[in-house]
C-alpha cells in the first residue's frame, strides 16, 4: 500500500517499515519507468492442438529487459506492480501490444486463432476494464474472436457477481474466457458452468510428475473428464516430455503447452516458428 502513504509519512514508521516502504516505492517507480522507457517485451508460446499438432494460438507473457539487471521474469514483479496499482497500465500495456502483434502476424497471412493474455485480478477489477479491451481491439483491428483472456479461479471467484457481469460483458463482444492455473484455487462446480468460460488450463504442479504421480494423474484425468463433459476446452501446461505427451493424449486432453514443443519465445522467433508451421509437428 505504498500509494497511501505520502512522502512526509516516512517518520512515522519504524525504520523496518521505512526499508520496506521505500523498497516499494522504489520498484513503483522503476515499474513507472521501465514502461515510458520501453524495457517490457511481450514472450509468446504457442498452444498446440493434440488433435493436429498445430499452433493454434499463443500466450503472451510478459518480460523485463532491465538495462543492469537484465531480463526480469514476471513472477518477480507481476505482484508488486499489483499492489502498486502499477499493474494497470502495464496490463492495458500488455493488451494492446499483444493485440498488435496478433494483428501484424495476421495481416502477414500467418494463421493464428488465437491470442491468449494474461489478466492480474486487480486489473480485471478496474474501473472500464471492459471498455479498454474494446479499445485495444479496435485500436489495432484484431477481431474479438482472436483474443481469449486468461483468469485465475482466485479472479473469478473473489466476487461471482461482479464476475460474471464482466466475463458476460466480454463473451458477447466475442472474447474468450479461459480459467489459469485450473486445479490450485477454489472453484465450485456450479460457478463453472455459470461463467461463460471455455477453456480450462491444467496447472503445472499436476503436469511436472504426471508419469510417476498417481494422484496427479487421476486430478489431470478428472480434470480433462469434466471439461469433457461440460463441453470446455482443456489445455495443460508445463508439458516437458513425450510420456507426458502421451499420458495427457490418451486422458483425451484436447491442448499442450511446454517446453516440450517450444519455450516462450521472442516475437522474431515466433514468427519463424508460425511460418515453418507445418514442419512443427512433432510428437
Ligand atoms: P502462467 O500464465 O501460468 O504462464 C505459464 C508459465 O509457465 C510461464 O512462465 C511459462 O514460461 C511457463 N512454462 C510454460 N511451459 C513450461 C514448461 O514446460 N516447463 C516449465 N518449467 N515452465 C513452463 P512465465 O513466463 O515466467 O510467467 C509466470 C506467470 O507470470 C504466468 O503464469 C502469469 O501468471 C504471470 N504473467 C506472465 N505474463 C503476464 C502478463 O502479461 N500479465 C499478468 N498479469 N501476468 C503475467
Ligand atoms: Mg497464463
Ligand atoms: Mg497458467
Ligand atoms: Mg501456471
Redesign the pocket.
Known sequence: KAKELGRNTFQFYSSEMNMATLERLMMESNLRQALTEEQFVLHY?PLVSLQNGEIVGV????RWLHPTLGTI???RF?AVAEDSGM?NPI?DW?LFEACRQAQAWIDEGLQLRTMAV???PV?FRQAGFVEMVAGALSATGLVADCLEL?LTERTVMHDAEFTLGTLSALKRMGVSLSL??FGTGYSSLAYLKRFPVGKLKID?SFVMDLESDADDQAIASTIVSMGRSLRLTVLA????TAEQLALLRKMGCGMV???HYSR?LAAAEMTELLRRQPFLHRD
Not at 500466450?59 to 510478459?62: K, N, T, Y
Open positions: 508460446q500466450e503472451a507473457l510478459i521474469m514476471p513472477d507481476i499493474i496490463g500488455v494474461n489478466v492480474a486489473q486468461e489459469d492455473d503445472r501446461e508445463g508439458v516437458e503447452q511446454g517446453f516462450p
